[in-house]
């Protein structure tokens, strides 16, 4: 079973990537998970993804950073 986690789907192209990547390895199970995104993202991964968990899906979308009370960057130290 692969879990993968982004902070927010945009596009979700970054995360539609990556859930290919791991189907060619032929996981049991494959979830991808954000806690916020656009309902456009979510659509598209689920041609992917055995399970898809986006609980918030907030329309008009904008940005994944609108979403959050801090969004910064994460340092290399972190």
Known sequence: ???LVDDGLSTGATMLAAA???RAERPAWLVAAAPVGSWQAAALL????DEVVVPATPEPFGAVGL???????TTDEE
């Open 20 to 22: 290919r990547a791991v």
């Open 67 to 73: 979403w959050y009370r801090r969004f910064e960057p």
């Open 46 to 49: 689920r041609d992917v993804a």
């Open 1 to 3: 079973v692969v879990v």
